[in-house]
């Protein structure tokens, strides 16, 4: 999703918005893994887990571990000021933000960042 | 300091350029332009690696100065453009761009840019069995998995910087003639985390820091003109992959049993290398060179007959391995009346690539000693294959604002890759196993699509227009055999030997996320709702099965709606306003080894 405006409000003066929204979301659905059927005549490993049941493995969180969920937003305000004819002014404001619902595999990648830029331009 | 007087300097050239412009217009010639200069200061909270992911993360925290410049000039004769900005050391480039007098054009662009990388934590690596004691508790088993980050702070990226140039010239003998040459150069420098694995597949994962430091050169040269009927053109091309970085090293360590750890013979009777230091994560360098051509000829008015042939060959420096490709196409366009439009397309192209031969040592099941089971084998690469495609596509118009197309094709892909087997013993004689192959799969993959479009204009009050697609194919790409195992052949047990409590078996489940049905239609359109305001919507959605896979039927939905709208309120008042949704579901089949031995 994203939004721009723009206006010039006077002559001298002018301002705009411009900003992008991108929320994404991913997960497995959870499965049914069940335990190996092994006959009793066969000889396991003595690791082997389990005793009689001869398997203790356990995957019922394992759809857990897929999920992820992000938002980011990067947005940028500025003001433009003319000063003469063919030479303005500007400054603006750039945020840039992401937001980790579901930290998993990179950590917590939640954050911000920002730039304020001030300056000229010259048209000839 | 040393950014204040590049600012400084940087306002001085402005000022002299602005006065260089006026002395050109005096001289007859023109030079229109932009340029901006300012600075900037960056800062960030908590973690600015995935909100800043295209961002010099170290420029953060200081002040920066930052320059735009936009020219074009020329006179009757010559005309330039340039585009140069700074944002900093790392974020920065250029265009370039020269024609004079309709004979030589030549074109230069450099771009440096940064791409930051995620850090691979491994924290979810760790886990440890935990065995009944018989008394309601329980006790730390033998299967595990832990991870050592050998690079904790690692900071992980890639610096990219990608030039071309080109020079054209045209020959005023030749009718649409021109002879041109091209370069492109990418570097990728930086780096990136990699993986390793220990003995017992991933019971042990470390994280580590690569060096990447990686080229990529293309050179371009060809010939373009059209002589009577004819038109052609030619192009050689050839392109260097250059891995500039030392491979890195790693230690593989002694394999011995997680929990007991004296138990060497264990493992080591049926491992290939242990205890030793050996390169991995490698990337070779290769080459590849290109020879296209294509002639195109006018028959009468309403007929174009057109034809190409390619041919390609790359080689791996590493290993020894090419790969060559062979293409033929030609095409007959034709155009009966005002309202139709036909055109026929053939295209086939062969892809053989060189088979690489596993030399394994023999797999010691028995003992630890005498290896008696032999399970070489030669891959056949996936890319290897012939293709041969058929394309009608007939267009008709139905008024002066409307029209509609049909399109057929038809594939038929021939893959060697696709009948590769599976090997396992029968251990009935312990003493003389018996080898025991798979079924191959077929290789032939064969596909037709039908499409259908209509379109519709508006006046001025915009246009939308409709398509759908069904595709059927039979056996498409996948990796047969690739997972779920069967039992053991034959009737005797190799577990009681004391060492070995696994053993490869053949697998039997093809897995592909390639469907053998798909419906897909979309439809788009650009509406004028009034002076003020415009709005473009479009939905893609789509339906695809493959019901041809032996374990499971692949299924996969897609729905993409949106639309972007524009309104100017008052001639000093814009918006713009997007928004699409994506939703991809599907599914895949799982078949976890259980590791035990």
């Known amino acids: ?124 | 300091m040393r950014k204040l007087r590049i600012l400084l300097g940087a306002t001085i050239l402005l000022l002299g350029a602005g006065s260089a412009v006026l002395a050109d217009d005096d001289a007859g010639t023109f030079l229109d332009g932009t340029a901006s200069v300012g600075a900037h200061y960056g800062d960030f909270s908590d973690n600015p690696q995935k909100a800043g992911e295209f961002i010099s993360i170290e420029d953060l925290g200081q002040t920066n100065v930052h320059m735009l410049l936009d020219l074009l000039g020329g006179d009757d004769a010559s005309l330039f453009d340039i585009q140069a900005y700074y944002f900093n050391t790392r974020t920065k480039g250029f265009d370039f761009g020269l024609h004079t007098s309709s004979l030589v054009s030549a074109n230069f662009s450099y771009q440096s840019f940064v791409h930051n990388l995620g850090h691979d934590t491994l924290v979810n690596l760790q886990a440890r069995e935990a065995n009944p004691d018989g008394a309601g508790g329980f006790t730390p088993g033998g299967k595990q998995i832990y991870h050592t980050d050998n690079d904790p702070l690692g900071r992980y990226y890639y610096q990219y910087q990608d030039f071309t140039g080109d020079v054209s010239i045209d020959l005023p003998f030749l009718a649409d003639g021109q002879v041109y040459g091209a370069y492109h150069d990418q570097r990728r420098t930086g780096y990136k985390q990699t993986m390793t694995i220990d003995h017992c597949a991933f019971c042990h994962v470390e994280g580590n820091s690569q060096r990447v430091d990686e080229e990529t050169r293309t050179w371009r040269s060809g010939l373009d003109g059209t002589l009577g009927l004819f038109t052609f053109n030619y192009e050689f091309k050839r392109r260097e992959y250059l891995n500039l970085a030392n491979s890195p090293q790693h230690r593989w360590k002694n394999a011995s049993h997680p929990v007991n750890g004296g138990a060497q013979d264990e493992f080591s009777s049926r491992l290939i290398f242990e205890d030793t230091t050996l390169p991995y994560a490698s990337a070779a360098d290769n080459t590849k060179t290109n020879h296209f051509g294509a002639l195109k000829a006018e028959v009468g008015q309403n007929n174009v007959l057109s034809g190409s042939y390619t041919y390609r060959k790359q080689h791996n420096d590493m290993t020894g391995q090419q790969n060559t490709f062979d293409s033929w196409a030609a095409a007959w366009s034709f155009r009966p009346g005002r309202k139709f439009r036909v055109n026929a397309k053939f295209y086939t192209y062969e892809i053989k690539a060189d088979d690489y031969y596993v030399d394994l040592p023999n797999f010691r099941a028995q003992d630890t000693a005498t290896g008696n089971l032999n399970f070489d084998w030669n891959r056949v690469s996936a890319a290897q294959r012939k293709v041969y495609r058929g394309e009608l596509d007939v267009g008709y118009r139905l008024g002066k604002t409307n029209l509609i197309k049909v399109n057929w094709r038809h594939d038929e892909t021939d893959r060697d890759a696709m009948t590769q087997t599976q090997t396992t013993y029968n251990f009935d004689d312990p003493a003389n196993p018996v080898e025991i192959a798979s079924t191959p799969f077929a290789n032939k993959t064969t596909t037709d699509r039908i499409r259908a479009l209509y379109r519709q204009r508006l006046g001025r009050q915009g246009s939308f227009r409709l398509d759908y697609t069904y595709t059927n194919s039979q056996k498409p790409f996948m990796n047969p055999n690739a997972m779920c195992e069967e039992s053991l052949e034959g009737t005797s047990s190799i577990h009681a030997n004391g060492r070995l409590y696994y053993f490869q078996r053949q697998r039997y489940g093809n897995g592909t996320n390639q469907a053998t049905q798909s419906h897909r239609g979309s439809a788009r359109g650009t509406f004028r709702l009034s002076d003020k305001t415009s709005l473009n919507a479009f939905v893609t959605y789509a339906k695809e099965k493959n019901d041809e896979l032996n374990i499971y039927q692949f299924e996969r939905d897609v729905l993409i709606p949106g639309f972007n709208i524009w309104t100017a309120p008052t001639p000093k008042l814009m918006f713009t306003f997007g928004y699409t949704y994506n939703s991809y579901k599907s599914n895949a089949n799982l078949c976890p080894p259980i590791f035990d031995g």
């Open chain 1, 1 to 124: 999703m994203f939004l721009n405006v723009t206006q010039e409000m006077t002559d001298k003066w002018g301002w705009s918005f411009d900003t992008a929204i991108a929320y994404s979301k991913g997960n497995f659905d959870s499965f049914f893994l069940p335990e190996p059927a092994i006959p009793d005549s066969v000889t396991i490993s003595p690791d082997y887990p389990g005793g009689s049941s001869k398997g203790a493995y356990d995957f019922s969180e394992i759809q857990d571990y897929s999920d992820l969920e992000y938002l980011q937003i990067e947005g940028t305000l500025g003001v433009r000021y003319q000063i003469k004819a063919r030479s303005s002014l500007y400054g603006s404001v750039t945020w840039m933000m992401t937001e980790d619902v579901k930290p998993y595999v990179y950590g917590d990648l939640s954050g911000a960042v920002w730039y304020y830029a001030l300056g000229m331009t010259s048209t000839f």
